[in-house]
Every structure is written in structure tokens, then in C-alpha cells.
């Protein structure tokens, strides 16, 4: 990483770098200081990993497709350690399996359980092979409500039933870092709030928005995201409507826990400078005024 970023991509490549590096600088300052920390202080090197975090990741991945693991599985389950270590090791939400960065790794976990199908039947060993829909019925279901639990229903589901004492076990085993990290993610009564506003953006509008808006006014003339720079009325004079989230926790692309309250900032500085604002549950529409 520390020579190939900047040799394929430049300046770029070097910018890139320094912001990976940064995942990975509770374990040492730089590649070299990570490795002679892991030989050479292996106590410290481990003692600064979020355990719990890592085994419920590796709970979560296991979880859809363990059962179809055979040993003729290993060799694929071993091409995934270096991703793993890379996940494992990373301070960045690089565990949490709503980002690309497993998508590789899901890949070879599912080709794995193929070949241990088909292990099964070369043995003569029937019982999942005889049940395969309801196999990959189990694996999408785990994939959609645990896996993906914090951008689809999964989550509201448990969330809306944590009367019952076996959601409230699941939700147990959550951490609770795990859990709270998720409340920036609306409810389906909020997303129908958002589409009522998202139908009086006009078709020729010049939209500011979050990067999770983003594809639903993506048919309108100009589309940008708020960033932390966003601050003075000439950063507004291209735009004539924002469609905003309060608790959207995105600079652009950059996650901040200072988001919502420069989103809050900004609608009022908008009401300030005569535009109208609809305000929906969470979600704001700001119009320049005609």
C-alpha cells in the first residue's frame, strides 16, 4: 500500500493512502510500525482491537452459509484471510457489512458452500442438497436482516417488535456502539414523509442534498452534495432547492458525528436568507424563494 498508491495514481494515490493509513493508526504510525508492533509487542497489538466488534462481524459473515462449509471448503475460507485481516484490523466502519469492502469476501464465503454442496452429493449426503431453496431462502434472509440490518427492514423489524423476549435476546448480542450507530436510519412512516417532498422538487431544480438523497433527485438538472465547506450564500447561488436529512450523518462523502448539527446550521442560515423551508419529520425542503 505504501508504494503502490502513489506509484498508480500520483498525488491522488498518496492522498488515498494517508487516509487508509489513518484506519489503521491505533496500531502503529506506519506500515512498518504496525508489523514490528504485531512481532514484537503482540500483547499491545492486541489489546488495541475492538474484540467484541470483530467476533459478532465474524458472526454475522458465518452466519448465512456455515452450514454448507465442508473441508473441501478450506482452501476458498483460507483466500479469505488477508481480507479479513483487513477488516479485523481496520478502525474504520470497514466491519460494518453494509460497505463494499466485504463484498469480495462474500464472494468466496459463497462460492465455499458451493463447493460444499457439491461435496455432499459426490458423497451421497442429501439432506441440504434435498432442501436447496430453502438454503438460499436462509441465506438471503440472513444476508437482508443481519447482514444488511442497518439500510434495510431487518432492523426496523426487530426494532419495531423489541417487545418480544426472543428479539430483545437478538438484540442482546448486538453491541450497543453497533446499535446506536444505526438511528441516523429512518423509519418507513419518515421515507414516505421524504417522498412527499422529493414530488415538489421541481424537474428543472438545482439541488443540494446528502449523499443518501442523492439517487432519489438524481433525475433533476444539478445534483450536489453538502459538504463541511458549505457555509457562505455564494456556495448556494448555483442552487435554487436543498433537500436535506437532520440526521444525516455525511459531510459529502465523509462520515462526521458534527454532520446533523452543520445540516441544522445550514437550514437556518437558508430561512435566514428568505428561502422556504417544508420540514418533514427529519427530512427539509429549502426552496429559493421566485
Known sequence: MEFLFPALNGDAGLIAFGRHQGRYSHLGETVGDVLRNALFSPGEFLGALDWASIIFYLFLLSLPLAFYWRRSSLPLLA???????????????????????????????????????????????????????????WASLCFVVLVNRGHTLGYHLISRFDEVQPIQNIIRLIPADDRTKHDHVPSLNQLSQAKDLIQRIPVDADVLTHNNLAPHVSHRSVVKLLGVDTTSRSDFAEFNAAFLDRKNPWYGVSHSATAPQHTAATIERLKIWGWTCDEKSRFVLCQRRQ
Open 79 to 137: 483466500a479469505t484471510l488477508p481480507l479479513l485481516a483487513i477488516n479485523v484490523l481496520s478502525s474504520a466502519p470497514q466491519r460494518d457489512l453494509i460497505h463494499q469492502y466485504n463484498l469480495p469476501i462474500a464472494v468466496l464465503l459463497v462460492v465455499a458452500s458451493m463447493d460444499g454442496l457439491a461435496t455432499d452429493l459426490r458423497q451421497g449426503r442429501f439432506w441440504l442438497t434435498q432442501r436447496l431453496l430453502l438454503c438460499c431462502f
